[in-house]
Protein backbone atom coordinates (compact mmCIF):
# COMPACT_ATOMS: atom_id res chain seq x y z
CA UNK A 1 0.00 0.00 0.00
CA UNK A 2 1.51 3.36 -0.86
CA UNK A 3 1.22 6.10 1.98
CA UNK A 4 1.14 8.84 0.20
CA UNK A 5 -2.59 7.82 -0.37
CA UNK A 6 -3.70 8.24 3.46
CA UNK A 7 -5.02 11.26 4.97
CA UNK A 8 -5.65 11.55 8.61
CA UNK A 9 -8.03 14.06 10.02
CA UNK A 10 -10.28 15.01 13.17
CA UNK A 11 -12.99 17.21 12.68
CA UNK A 12 -13.07 19.68 15.56
CA UNK A 13 -16.20 22.17 16.29
CA UNK A 14 -18.16 23.96 19.01
CA UNK A 15 -21.04 21.48 20.76
CA UNK A 16 -24.00 21.12 18.28
CA UNK A 17 -22.56 22.70 15.33
CA UNK A 18 -22.82 19.44 13.12
CA UNK A 19 -19.75 17.54 13.61
CA UNK A 20 -21.51 14.21 14.00
CA UNK A 21 -23.78 14.40 11.88
CA UNK A 22 -21.36 15.47 8.98
CA UNK A 23 -19.15 12.55 10.56
CA UNK A 24 -22.25 10.04 9.18
CA UNK A 25 -22.44 12.01 5.90
CA UNK A 26 -18.84 11.14 5.24
CA UNK A 27 -19.38 7.84 6.05
CA UNK A 28 -22.50 7.50 3.90
CA UNK A 29 -20.81 9.38 0.88
CA UNK A 30 -17.77 6.81 1.35
CA UNK A 31 -19.61 4.46 0.97
CA UNK A 32 -18.27 3.23 4.51
CA UNK A 33 -22.03 2.43 5.93
CA UNK A 34 -24.92 1.76 3.90
CA UNK A 35 -27.37 3.93 4.06
CA UNK A 36 -29.58 1.62 4.92
CA UNK A 37 -27.28 0.86 7.97
CA UNK A 38 -26.89 4.35 9.10
CA UNK A 39 -28.32 5.42 12.28
CA UNK A 40 -27.94 9.32 13.33
CA UNK A 41 -24.63 9.65 15.19
CA UNK A 42 -23.18 6.30 14.35
CA UNK A 43 -20.20 7.19 15.96
CA UNK A 44 -21.54 8.05 19.40
CA UNK A 45 -21.05 4.38 20.27
CA UNK A 46 -21.77 5.20 24.21
CA UNK A 47 -25.29 5.00 25.26
CA UNK A 48 -25.18 8.12 27.06
CA UNK A 49 -23.86 10.45 24.40
CA UNK A 50 -27.05 8.88 22.04
CA UNK A 51 -29.30 10.09 25.28
CA UNK A 52 -27.63 13.15 25.59
CA UNK A 53 -27.03 14.32 21.96
CA UNK A 54 -22.88 14.91 22.79
CA UNK A 55 -19.77 13.10 21.70
CA UNK A 56 -17.35 12.33 24.91
CA UNK A 57 -14.98 9.65 23.52
CA UNK A 58 -12.75 10.15 20.54
CA UNK A 59 -13.79 7.66 17.64
CA UNK A 60 -11.88 6.52 14.92
CA UNK A 61 -12.98 5.32 11.32
CA UNK A 62 -11.10 4.38 8.29
CA UNK A 63 -12.99 5.29 4.72
CA UNK A 64 -11.92 4.67 1.28
CA UNK A 65 -12.29 7.32 -0.91
CA UNK A 66 -11.96 7.53 -4.57
CA UNK A 67 -11.19 10.82 -5.54
CA UNK A 68 -12.16 12.80 -9.06
CA UNK A 69 -8.33 12.39 -9.78
CA UNK A 70 -8.50 8.76 -9.93
CA UNK A 71 -7.15 7.72 -7.01
CA UNK A 72 -7.94 5.33 -3.95
CA UNK A 73 -7.49 7.14 -0.68
CA UNK A 74 -7.72 5.83 2.80
CA UNK A 75 -9.35 8.47 4.50
CA UNK A 76 -8.92 8.05 8.66
CA UNK A 77 -11.24 10.52 10.35
CA UNK A 78 -11.32 10.79 14.41
CA UNK A 79 -14.46 12.43 15.62
CA UNK A 80 -14.10 14.09 18.20
CA UNK A 81 -15.90 15.42 21.66
CA UNK A 82 -16.74 19.35 21.39
CA UNK A 83 -17.46 19.94 25.79
CA UNK A 84 -14.53 22.00 27.20
CA UNK A 85 -14.33 19.21 30.07
CA UNK A 86 -13.19 16.82 26.80
CA UNK A 87 -10.59 19.17 25.52
CA UNK A 88 -7.93 16.40 26.67
CA UNK A 89 -9.61 14.08 24.28
CA UNK A 90 -9.28 16.38 21.57
CA UNK A 91 -5.65 17.41 21.71
CA UNK A 92 -4.98 13.91 21.69
CA UNK A 93 -6.96 12.73 18.57
CA UNK A 94 -5.14 15.95 16.82
CA UNK A 95 -1.88 14.45 17.49
CA UNK A 96 -2.67 11.44 15.29
CA UNK A 97 -3.51 13.32 12.55
CA UNK A 98 -2.02 15.65 9.84
CA UNK A 99 -5.28 18.25 9.30
CA UNK A 100 -8.59 18.83 10.20
CA UNK A 101 -12.04 19.86 9.29
CA UNK A 102 -13.17 23.45 11.07
CA UNK A 103 -16.84 23.18 11.32
CA UNK A 104 -18.83 26.38 12.08
CA UNK A 105 -22.84 26.22 12.35
CA UNK A 106 -23.11 28.85 9.44
CA UNK A 107 -26.29 30.21 11.49
CA UNK A 108 -24.24 30.44 14.94
CA UNK A 109 -21.38 31.74 13.88
CA UNK A 110 -17.89 31.24 15.82
CA UNK A 111 -18.45 30.43 19.42
CA UNK A 112 -16.30 29.58 22.40
CA UNK A 113 -15.37 26.15 21.64
CA UNK A 114 -14.49 27.17 17.64
CA UNK A 115 -11.84 29.29 19.14
CA UNK A 116 -9.86 27.02 21.98
CA UNK A 117 -10.08 23.96 19.19
CA UNK A 118 -8.79 25.63 16.52
CA UNK A 119 -6.18 26.60 18.58
CA UNK A 120 -5.10 23.14 20.01
CA UNK A 121 -5.28 22.52 15.96
CA UNK A 122 -2.94 25.26 15.30
CA UNK A 123 -0.51 24.56 18.07
CA UNK A 124 0.42 20.83 16.68
CA UNK A 125 0.50 22.44 13.15
CA UNK A 126 -2.29 20.81 11.41
CA UNK A 127 -3.59 22.03 7.83
CA UNK A 128 -7.40 23.47 8.74
CA UNK A 129 -10.40 23.47 6.31
CA UNK A 130 -12.98 25.51 7.34
CA UNK A 131 -16.57 24.31 6.66
CA UNK A 132 -19.51 26.26 6.84
CA UNK A 133 -22.08 24.12 8.19
CA UNK A 134 -26.07 24.14 7.75
CA UNK A 135 -26.37 26.07 5.44
CA UNK A 136 -29.69 24.98 4.63
CA UNK A 137 -30.88 27.13 7.17
CA UNK A 138 -33.04 30.15 6.27
CA UNK A 139 -30.77 32.08 9.17
CA UNK A 140 -27.21 30.97 7.92
CA UNK A 141 -25.30 34.03 7.13
CA UNK A 142 -21.79 32.26 5.80
CA UNK A 143 -20.22 35.69 4.65
CA UNK A 144 -20.60 37.00 8.06
CA UNK A 145 -19.32 33.77 9.93
CA UNK A 146 -16.45 33.85 7.24
CA UNK A 147 -15.62 37.53 8.46
CA UNK A 148 -15.84 35.91 12.17
CA UNK A 149 -13.27 33.38 11.35
CA UNK A 150 -10.95 35.30 10.14
CA UNK A 151 -10.84 38.05 12.53
CA UNK A 152 -11.35 36.21 15.51
CA UNK A 153 -8.78 32.93 14.73
CA UNK A 154 -6.78 34.81 12.08
CA UNK A 155 -6.92 32.27 9.08
CA UNK A 156 -8.02 32.85 5.46
CA UNK A 157 -11.59 31.28 5.53
CA UNK A 158 -12.50 32.88 1.79
CA UNK A 159 -12.32 29.23 0.36
CA UNK A 160 -14.44 27.90 3.24
CA UNK A 161 -16.33 25.32 2.12
CA UNK A 162 -20.72 25.77 2.77
CA UNK A 163 -21.84 22.47 3.42
CA UNK A 164 -25.00 20.89 5.20
CA UNK A 165 -24.86 17.89 6.67
CA UNK A 166 -28.46 17.40 7.06
CA UNK A 167 -29.04 17.40 3.36
CA UNK A 168 -25.62 16.08 1.93
CA UNK A 169 -25.16 19.08 -0.17
CA UNK A 170 -21.11 20.45 -0.16
CA UNK A 171 -19.96 17.06 1.18
CA UNK A 172 -18.69 15.67 -2.36
CA UNK A 173 -16.21 19.28 -2.59
CA UNK A 174 -15.80 18.91 1.39
CA UNK A 175 -14.04 15.17 0.69
CA UNK A 176 -12.34 16.45 -2.47
CA UNK A 177 -10.77 19.07 -0.36
CA UNK A 178 -9.50 16.84 1.95
CA UNK A 179 -7.50 14.70 -0.25
CA UNK A 180 -6.13 18.34 -2.01
CA UNK A 181 -5.49 19.88 1.30
CA UNK A 182 -4.11 17.85 3.79
CA UNK A 183 -0.79 16.46 3.71
CA UNK A 184 -0.12 12.70 3.61
CA UNK A 185 1.59 11.27 6.50
CA UNK A 186 5.36 10.93 5.79
CA UNK A 187 7.04 8.32 7.84
CA UNK A 188 9.78 5.74 6.99
CA UNK A 189 8.75 2.22 6.88
CA UNK A 190 11.76 1.29 7.00
CA UNK A 191 13.27 2.60 10.23
CA UNK A 192 12.68 0.87 13.84
CA UNK A 193 8.97 0.94 15.01
CA UNK A 194 7.45 3.85 16.44
CA UNK A 195 3.21 3.83 17.12
CA UNK A 196 1.62 6.66 19.56
CA UNK A 197 -1.04 5.19 21.67
CA UNK A 198 -4.03 7.94 21.32
CA UNK A 199 -6.43 5.70 23.27
CA UNK A 200 -7.54 2.91 24.95
CA UNK A 201 -10.44 0.71 25.75
CA UNK A 202 -10.86 -2.61 27.62
CA UNK A 203 -12.71 -5.54 26.26
CA UNK A 204 -13.41 -8.65 28.66
CA UNK A 205 -11.66 -11.08 26.21
CA UNK A 206 -8.99 -9.39 24.49
CA UNK A 207 -7.89 -7.16 27.64
CA UNK A 208 -6.70 -3.56 26.82
CA UNK A 209 -6.62 -2.35 23.31
CA UNK A 210 -4.86 0.55 22.34
CA UNK A 211 -6.00 3.16 19.61
CA UNK A 212 -2.44 3.56 17.71
CA UNK A 213 -1.32 5.56 15.17
CA UNK A 214 2.01 4.12 13.17
CA UNK A 215 4.65 7.11 13.07
CA UNK A 216 7.42 5.26 11.43
CA UNK A 217 8.15 1.70 10.79
CA UNK A 218 5.27 -1.24 10.41
CA UNK A 219 3.17 -3.28 13.28
CA UNK A 220 2.11 -6.42 12.46
CA UNK A 221 0.11 -9.58 14.14
CA UNK A 222 2.20 -12.20 16.03
CA UNK A 223 5.18 -9.61 16.30
CA UNK A 224 7.31 -8.81 19.73
CA UNK A 225 6.63 -5.21 20.36
CA UNK A 226 8.04 -3.01 23.44
CA UNK A 227 5.67 -0.14 25.61
CA UNK A 228 8.86 2.76 25.85
CA UNK A 229 7.29 4.14 29.12
CA UNK A 230 7.51 0.85 31.17
CA UNK A 231 10.16 -1.09 28.98
CA UNK A 232 7.54 -3.98 28.89
CA UNK A 233 7.35 -6.55 25.83
CA UNK A 234 4.22 -8.14 24.85
CA UNK A 235 3.45 -10.47 21.71
CA UNK A 236 0.88 -8.58 19.70
CA UNK A 237 -2.64 -11.12 19.04
CA UNK A 238 -4.06 -8.95 16.79
CA UNK A 239 -3.52 -5.72 14.84
CA UNK A 240 -7.02 -4.00 13.38
CA UNK A 241 -8.41 -0.88 11.87
CA UNK A 242 -11.21 0.78 11.81
CA UNK A 243 -14.41 0.52 9.91
CA UNK A 244 -15.98 1.79 12.05
CA UNK A 245 -16.46 -1.90 13.67
CA UNK A 246 -12.73 -3.70 13.98
CA UNK A 247 -11.35 -5.02 11.78
CA UNK A 248 -8.12 -7.34 11.49
CA UNK A 249 -5.45 -7.05 8.96
CA UNK A 250 -2.15 -8.18 8.60
CA UNK A 251 -0.39 -4.98 9.30
CA UNK A 252 -0.16 -1.33 9.80
CA UNK A 253 2.32 0.98 7.95
CA UNK A 254 3.57 4.57 8.52
CA UNK A 255 0.53 6.70 8.86
CA UNK A 256 -1.95 4.29 9.71
CA UNK A 257 -4.46 4.36 12.01
CA UNK A 258 -5.78 1.29 14.19
CA UNK A 259 -5.47 -0.96 17.07
CA UNK A 260 -3.58 -3.45 18.95
CA UNK A 261 -4.02 -6.41 21.33
CA UNK A 262 -1.51 -8.27 23.54
CA UNK A 263 -3.26 -9.38 26.54
CA UNK A 264 -2.74 -6.37 28.09
CA UNK A 265 -4.59 -6.44 31.68
CA UNK A 266 -3.89 -2.88 33.39
CA UNK A 267 -3.87 0.14 32.53
CA UNK A 268 -0.44 1.45 33.77
CA UNK A 269 0.67 -1.16 31.19
CA UNK A 270 -0.24 0.58 28.20
CA UNK A 271 -0.27 4.26 28.97
CA UNK A 272 -2.32 6.73 26.63
CA UNK A 273 0.76 9.43 24.76
CA UNK A 274 2.91 6.01 24.70
CA UNK A 275 4.95 4.69 22.24
CA UNK A 276 4.84 1.42 20.85
CA UNK A 277 8.16 -0.31 19.47
CA UNK A 278 10.04 -3.30 18.22
CA UNK A 279 11.42 -5.59 20.68
CA UNK A 280 13.95 -6.69 18.64
CA UNK A 281 15.12 -2.97 17.06
CA UNK A 282 13.76 -0.51 19.79
CA UNK A 283 13.72 3.24 18.36
CA UNK A 284 16.07 5.28 20.13
CA UNK A 285 12.99 7.89 21.16
CA UNK A 286 9.76 7.72 22.06
CA UNK A 287 7.22 10.01 20.48
CA UNK A 288 6.22 13.13 22.02
CA UNK A 289 3.38 11.89 24.20
CA UNK A 290 0.90 13.85 25.95
CA UNK A 291 0.97 16.59 28.85
CA UNK A 292 -0.36 14.81 31.57
CA UNK A 293 -3.82 15.98 32.61
CA UNK A 294 -4.52 16.80 36.58
CA UNK A 295 -7.98 16.58 37.80
CA UNK A 296 -8.89 19.63 39.51
CA UNK A 297 -12.48 19.12 40.85
CA UNK A 298 -12.86 16.14 43.54
CA UNK A 299 -15.83 14.31 44.85
CA UNK A 300 -16.06 11.00 46.71
CA UNK A 301 -18.16 8.46 45.36
CA UNK A 302 -19.76 5.87 48.03
CA UNK A 303 -21.30 2.24 46.94
CA UNK A 304 -25.43 2.79 48.04
CA UNK A 305 -24.59 -0.75 49.15
CA UNK A 306 -21.63 -0.96 51.49
CA UNK A 307 -20.66 -4.21 50.63
CA UNK A 308 -20.62 -3.13 47.44
CA UNK A 309 -17.00 -1.55 47.67
CA UNK A 310 -15.01 -3.79 45.36
CA UNK A 311 -17.42 -4.10 42.38
CA UNK A 312 -16.96 -0.04 42.69
CA UNK A 313 -13.49 -0.21 42.71
CA UNK A 314 -13.34 -2.67 40.22
CA UNK A 315 -15.29 -1.00 37.94
CA UNK A 316 -13.51 2.52 38.20
CA UNK A 317 -10.40 0.54 37.31
CA UNK A 318 -11.83 -0.56 34.12
CA UNK A 319 -13.21 2.98 33.53
CA UNK A 320 -9.87 5.27 34.16
CA UNK A 321 -8.15 2.46 31.40
CA UNK A 322 -10.96 3.93 28.66
CA UNK A 323 -10.84 7.75 30.57
CA UNK A 324 -7.56 7.75 31.93
CA UNK A 325 -8.26 11.65 33.13
CA UNK A 326 -10.04 10.04 36.16
CA UNK A 327 -8.26 10.07 39.74
CA UNK A 328 -9.41 7.80 42.48
CA UNK A 329 -7.99 6.75 46.19
CA UNK A 330 -9.78 5.13 49.13
CA UNK A 331 -11.14 7.45 51.66
CA UNK A 332 -13.45 6.72 54.85
CA UNK A 333 -16.55 8.83 55.68
CA UNK A 334 -18.15 8.37 58.96
CA UNK A 335 -21.48 8.69 57.16
CA UNK A 336 -21.17 6.92 54.27
CA UNK A 337 -18.77 3.90 54.83
CA UNK A 338 -16.29 3.03 52.61
CA UNK A 339 -15.25 4.74 49.20
CA UNK A 340 -13.16 6.35 46.48
CA UNK A 341 -12.29 10.19 46.39
CA UNK A 342 -12.34 11.00 42.46
CA UNK A 343 -10.89 13.59 40.40
CA UNK A 344 -12.02 15.10 37.19
CA UNK A 345 -11.37 17.40 34.81
CA UNK A 346 -15.07 19.29 35.27
CA UNK A 347 -18.30 18.69 36.55
CA UNK A 348 -19.70 17.12 33.44
CA UNK A 349 -16.89 15.02 33.68
CA UNK A 350 -17.83 14.11 36.77
CA UNK A 351 -21.63 13.66 36.07
CA UNK A 352 -20.37 11.27 32.68
CA UNK A 353 -18.20 9.24 34.81
CA UNK A 354 -21.27 8.53 37.42
CA UNK A 355 -23.65 7.74 35.07
CA UNK A 356 -21.22 5.72 32.77
CA UNK A 357 -20.19 3.90 36.24
CA UNK A 358 -24.19 2.79 36.59
CA UNK A 359 -24.61 1.97 33.39
CA UNK A 360 -21.30 0.20 31.56
CA UNK A 361 -20.53 -1.93 35.00
CA UNK A 362 -23.74 -2.03 37.18
CA UNK A 363 -22.51 0.09 40.27
CA UNK A 364 -25.04 2.28 42.25
CA UNK A 365 -23.67 5.23 43.91
CA UNK A 366 -23.81 7.97 46.38
CA UNK A 367 -21.41 11.30 44.92
CA UNK A 368 -20.71 13.85 47.84
CA UNK A 369 -20.62 17.58 46.84
CA UNK A 370 -17.61 18.49 44.45
CA UNK A 371 -14.91 20.44 45.29
CA UNK A 372 -12.15 21.63 43.91
CA UNK A 373 -8.42 21.04 44.94
CA UNK A 374 -6.46 23.71 47.37
CA UNK A 375 -2.62 24.49 47.41
CA UNK A 376 -2.03 25.21 51.41
CA UNK A 377 1.38 27.16 52.14
CA UNK A 378 2.39 25.96 56.06
CA UNK A 379 4.08 28.33 58.18
CA UNK A 380 6.92 26.28 57.70
CA UNK A 381 6.98 26.85 54.29
CA UNK A 382 5.81 23.71 52.70
CA UNK A 383 3.05 23.20 50.40
CA UNK A 384 0.30 21.04 50.60
CA UNK A 385 -2.37 19.83 48.67
CA UNK A 386 -6.09 19.34 49.85
CA UNK A 387 -8.63 17.09 48.09
CA UNK A 388 -10.71 17.37 50.77
CA UNK A 389 -11.71 19.59 53.51
CA UNK A 390 -10.39 17.10 56.54
CA UNK A 391 -7.03 17.61 54.40
CA UNK A 392 -6.88 20.89 56.05
CA UNK A 393 -4.06 21.37 58.64
CA UNK A 394 -5.55 23.93 61.71
CA UNK A 395 -5.64 27.35 61.02
CA UNK A 396 -2.47 27.58 63.01
CA UNK A 397 -0.27 26.17 60.65
CA UNK A 398 -1.45 27.75 57.40
CA UNK A 399 0.23 30.83 56.04
CA UNK A 400 -1.67 31.06 52.97
CA UNK A 401 -4.65 29.02 50.92
CA UNK A 402 -4.22 29.13 47.32
CA UNK A 403 -7.20 27.93 44.72
CA UNK A 404 -7.66 27.10 41.32
CA UNK A 405 -8.29 30.47 38.76
CA UNK A 406 -9.73 30.14 34.91
CA UNK A 407 -9.76 32.52 32.60
CA UNK A 408 -13.09 32.31 31.22
CA UNK A 409 -14.28 33.04 27.80
CA UNK A 410 -17.74 34.20 27.42
CA UNK A 411 -19.65 34.49 23.65
CA UNK A 412 -22.82 36.28 23.79
CA UNK A 413 -25.57 38.89 22.19
CA UNK A 414 -24.37 42.14 23.50
CA UNK A 415 -28.14 42.67 25.21
CA UNK A 416 -27.01 40.28 27.48
CA UNK A 417 -23.63 42.03 28.71
CA UNK A 418 -24.88 43.62 31.43
CA UNK A 419 -26.21 40.31 32.86
CA UNK A 420 -23.37 38.27 32.36
CA UNK A 421 -20.96 40.78 34.29
CA UNK A 422 -23.15 41.19 37.12
CA UNK A 423 -23.00 37.20 37.46
CA UNK A 424 -19.17 37.20 37.06
CA UNK A 425 -18.82 39.81 39.80
CA UNK A 426 -20.92 38.06 41.74
CA UNK A 427 -18.81 34.67 41.55
CA UNK A 428 -15.73 36.95 42.37
CA UNK A 429 -14.28 37.19 38.76
CA UNK A 430 -12.22 39.72 37.94
CA UNK A 431 -12.81 41.69 34.45
CA UNK A 432 -10.36 41.13 31.62
CA UNK A 433 -11.77 42.45 28.40
CA UNK A 434 -14.17 42.32 26.29
CA UNK A 435 -14.03 42.74 22.17
CA UNK A 436 -16.99 42.98 19.58
CA UNK A 437 -16.58 39.74 17.21
CA UNK A 438 -19.49 40.76 14.92
CA UNK A 439 -21.74 43.79 15.27
CA UNK A 440 -24.42 42.45 18.29
CA UNK A 441 -21.58 39.82 19.48
CA UNK A 442 -19.36 40.27 22.12
CA UNK A 443 -16.53 38.09 24.15
CA UNK A 444 -16.16 38.61 27.13
CA UNK A 445 -13.39 37.73 29.39
CA UNK A 446 -13.13 37.23 33.24
CA UNK A 447 -10.73 35.46 35.88
CA UNK A 448 -12.53 33.20 38.59
CA UNK A 449 -12.25 30.96 41.02
CA UNK A 450 -12.89 27.15 39.78
CA UNK A 451 -14.75 26.71 43.04
CA UNK A 452 -17.21 29.45 42.20
CA UNK A 453 -17.32 28.36 38.36
CA UNK A 454 -18.39 24.75 39.16
CA UNK A 455 -21.10 25.49 41.93
CA UNK A 456 -23.26 26.43 39.41
CA UNK A 457 -21.92 29.53 37.27
CA UNK A 458 -23.14 27.62 33.97
CA UNK A 459 -26.84 27.02 35.09
CA UNK A 460 -26.45 30.71 36.30
CA UNK A 461 -25.53 31.95 33.34
CA UNK A 462 -27.63 29.92 30.65
CA UNK A 463 -30.56 31.39 32.48
CA UNK A 464 -29.10 34.86 32.27
CA UNK A 465 -28.30 35.18 28.57
CA UNK A 466 -31.40 32.63 27.75
CA UNK A 467 -29.24 30.07 26.16
CA UNK A 468 -27.78 32.43 24.04
CA UNK A 469 -24.25 32.47 25.65
CA UNK A 470 -21.08 29.97 24.75
CA UNK A 471 -17.99 29.74 27.38
CA UNK A 472 -14.57 28.37 27.62
CA UNK A 473 -12.05 28.35 29.95
CA UNK A 474 -8.26 27.33 30.88
CA UNK A 475 -6.97 27.08 33.45
CA UNK A 476 -4.57 30.06 34.80
CA UNK A 477 -3.02 28.12 38.13
CA UNK A 478 -3.22 28.95 41.55
CA UNK A 479 -4.05 32.24 43.24
CA UNK A 480 -4.06 32.82 47.41
CA UNK A 481 -7.38 33.59 48.64
CA UNK A 482 -9.02 34.54 51.37
CA UNK A 483 -10.32 31.42 52.29
CA UNK A 484 -11.35 29.09 55.21
CA UNK A 485 -12.72 25.98 56.46
CA UNK A 486 -16.04 25.90 58.11
CA UNK A 487 -15.70 23.45 61.07
CA UNK A 488 -19.67 22.48 61.91
CA UNK A 489 -19.96 20.85 65.63
CA UNK A 490 -22.27 19.31 67.23
CA UNK A 491 -22.62 19.01 70.87
CA UNK A 492 -19.24 21.32 70.70
CA UNK A 493 -17.67 18.39 68.43
CA UNK A 494 -16.73 18.90 64.79
CA UNK A 495 -17.91 16.76 62.57
CA UNK A 496 -15.77 15.80 60.07
CA UNK A 497 -18.04 15.07 57.06
CA UNK A 498 -19.89 18.80 57.37
CA UNK A 499 -16.60 20.83 57.02
CA UNK A 500 -16.36 22.71 53.87
CA UNK A 501 -14.35 25.57 52.39
CA UNK A 502 -15.48 29.06 51.21
CA UNK A 503 -14.65 32.54 51.02
CA UNK A 504 -14.53 34.29 54.19
CA UNK A 505 -17.25 36.77 53.50
CA UNK A 506 -19.70 33.77 52.48
CA UNK A 507 -18.66 32.11 55.75
CA UNK A 508 -21.62 32.64 57.42
CA UNK A 509 -24.30 32.83 54.97
CA UNK A 510 -23.35 29.23 54.25
CA UNK A 511 -22.63 28.03 57.54
CA UNK A 512 -26.32 29.53 58.81
CA UNK A 513 -28.01 27.40 55.57
CA UNK A 514 -25.55 24.38 56.97
CA UNK A 515 -26.84 24.58 60.33
CA UNK A 516 -30.33 25.47 59.71
CA UNK A 517 -30.53 22.37 57.35
CA UNK A 518 -29.32 19.81 60.00
CA UNK A 519 -31.46 21.78 62.70
CA UNK A 520 -34.27 20.89 60.40
CA UNK A 521 -33.29 17.12 59.86
CA UNK A 522 -31.47 15.36 62.81
CA UNK A 523 -34.01 14.41 65.13
CA UNK A 524 -34.42 16.10 68.98
CA UNK A 525 -32.70 13.88 71.39
CA UNK A 526 -33.06 13.23 74.93
CA UNK A 527 -30.81 15.92 75.52
CA UNK A 528 -30.36 19.45 74.18
CA UNK A 529 -28.19 19.51 71.17
CA UNK A 530 -26.11 22.64 69.84
CA UNK A 531 -25.55 22.72 66.34
CA UNK A 532 -22.66 25.21 65.89
CA UNK A 533 -20.91 26.55 62.49
CA UNK A 534 -16.82 27.80 63.82
CA UNK A 535 -14.05 29.26 61.20
CA UNK A 536 -11.16 27.97 63.84
CA UNK A 537 -11.84 28.76 67.43
CA UNK A 538 -14.90 31.28 66.69
CA UNK A 539 -18.26 30.08 66.42
CA UNK A 540 -20.03 32.32 64.13
CA UNK A 541 -23.42 30.44 63.78
CA UNK A 542 -25.23 28.47 66.45
CA UNK A 543 -28.66 26.56 67.08
CA UNK A 544 -30.01 24.01 69.25
CA UNK A 545 -32.09 21.39 69.01
CA UNK A 546 -34.48 21.02 71.56
CA UNK A 547 -34.41 18.45 74.22
CA UNK A 548 -37.34 15.58 73.83
CA UNK A 549 -38.18 12.32 75.63
CA UNK A 550 -40.07 10.06 72.76
CA UNK A 551 -42.37 8.11 74.47
CA UNK A 552 -42.96 5.27 72.37
CA UNK A 553 -45.45 3.31 74.05
CA UNK A 554 -47.53 6.94 75.26
CA UNK A 555 -50.15 5.43 72.96
CA UNK A 556 -50.40 1.67 74.29
CA UNK A 557 -52.91 2.10 76.54
CA UNK A 558 -53.45 -1.68 78.17
CA UNK A 559 -51.49 -4.21 79.14
CA UNK A 560 -50.84 -5.82 75.16
CA UNK A 561 -46.75 -6.93 75.87
CA UNK A 562 -46.32 -8.01 72.94
CA UNK A 563 -47.46 -5.11 70.83
CA UNK A 564 -45.17 -2.97 73.34
CA UNK A 565 -42.39 -5.36 72.25
CA UNK A 566 -42.75 -4.86 68.67
CA UNK A 567 -43.03 -0.77 69.00
CA UNK A 568 -39.72 -1.02 71.06
CA UNK A 569 -37.88 -2.99 68.88
CA UNK A 570 -39.24 -0.98 66.04
CA UNK A 571 -37.29 1.99 67.98
CA UNK A 572 -34.28 0.26 68.61
CA UNK A 573 -34.54 -0.34 64.41
CA UNK A 574 -34.79 2.97 63.84
CA UNK A 575 -31.73 4.04 65.74
CA UNK A 576 -29.79 1.24 63.62
CA UNK A 577 -30.11 3.75 60.90
CA UNK A 578 -28.90 6.67 62.34
CA UNK A 579 -25.07 6.81 62.73
CA UNK A 580 -23.95 7.65 65.95
CA UNK A 581 -21.49 11.10 66.45
CA UNK A 582 -21.15 11.58 69.96
CA UNK A 583 -24.06 11.19 72.09
CA UNK A 584 -26.03 12.50 68.82
CA UNK A 585 -27.68 10.24 66.03
CA UNK A 586 -27.76 11.56 63.17
CA UNK A 587 -30.05 9.98 59.49
CA UNK A 588 -28.04 10.06 56.41
CA UNK A 589 -30.49 11.92 54.81
CA UNK A 590 -28.78 14.44 57.14
CA UNK A 591 -25.88 13.86 55.55
CA UNK A 592 -27.06 13.60 51.84
CA UNK A 593 -29.06 16.84 52.19
CA UNK A 594 -25.66 18.86 53.24
CA UNK A 595 -24.40 18.15 50.40
CA UNK A 596 -26.92 20.27 48.55
CA UNK A 597 -26.47 23.28 50.38
CA UNK A 598 -22.85 23.56 50.04
P1 LIG B 1 -21.43 17.23 19.94
O1 LIG B 1 -21.30 15.78 19.61
O2 LIG B 1 -22.25 17.42 21.16
O3 LIG B 1 -20.16 17.95 20.03
O4 LIG B 1 -22.32 17.89 18.78
P2 LIG B 1 -22.04 17.85 17.26
O5 LIG B 1 -21.21 19.00 16.90
O6 LIG B 1 -21.60 16.50 16.86
O7 LIG B 1 -23.46 18.16 16.64
P3 LIG B 1 -24.51 17.17 16.01
O8 LIG B 1 -23.98 16.52 14.78
O9 LIG B 1 -25.02 16.30 17.09
O10 LIG B 1 -25.61 18.21 15.52
C1 LIG B 1 -26.28 19.07 16.40
C2 LIG B 1 -27.67 19.37 15.88
O11 LIG B 1 -27.61 20.10 14.66
C3 LIG B 1 -28.47 18.11 15.58
O12 LIG B 1 -29.79 18.33 15.97
C4 LIG B 1 -28.37 17.99 14.05
O13 LIG B 1 -29.49 17.34 13.51
C5 LIG B 1 -28.32 19.44 13.63
N1 LIG B 1 -27.59 19.62 12.35
C6 LIG B 1 -26.34 19.17 12.07
N2 LIG B 1 -26.00 19.54 10.82
C7 LIG B 1 -27.05 20.22 10.30
C8 LIG B 1 -27.29 20.87 9.03
O14 LIG B 1 -26.48 20.89 8.12
N3 LIG B 1 -28.50 21.49 8.91
C9 LIG B 1 -29.43 21.52 9.87
N4 LIG B 1 -30.57 22.15 9.63
N5 LIG B 1 -29.23 20.91 11.05
C10 LIG B 1 -28.06 20.28 11.28
Do not use: W
Not at 512 to 529: C, D, N, S
Amino acid sequence: MKYDNIRNFSIIAHVDHGKSTLSDRLLEATGTIEKRNMKAQLLDRLEIERERGITIKSVPVRMDYKAADGGNYVLNLIDTPGHVDFSYEVSRSLAACEGAVLVVDAAQGVEAQTVANSYLAADLDLELIPVLNKIDLPSAHPEQVKRELEEIIGIDAGDAVPVSAKTGEGVPELLERIVRDIPAPSGDASAPLQALIFDSVYDNYRGVICYVRVVNGTLSAGQNVRFMATAQDYELTEVGVFKPEMIQVGALGPGEVGYICASIKTIDEARVGDTVTESARPAAEPLAGYKKVKPVVFCGFYPIEREDINQLREALEKLQINDSAISFEPENSAALGFGFRCGFLGLLHMEIAKERLSREFGVDLVATAPNVVYQILLTDGSVKEAHRPSDFPEQVRIEEIREPYIKLSIFMPDQFVGAAMQLCQEKRGSYSGMDYIAPERVRLTYDMPLAEFILDFHDRLKSCTRGYASLDYEHVGFRAANLVKVDVLLQEEPVDAFSFICHADQAYHRGHAVVGKLKELIPRQLFEVPVQAAVGKKVIVRMNIKAVRKDVLAKCYGGDVTRKRKLLEKQKEGKKRMKQVGHVSIPQEAFLAFMDVT
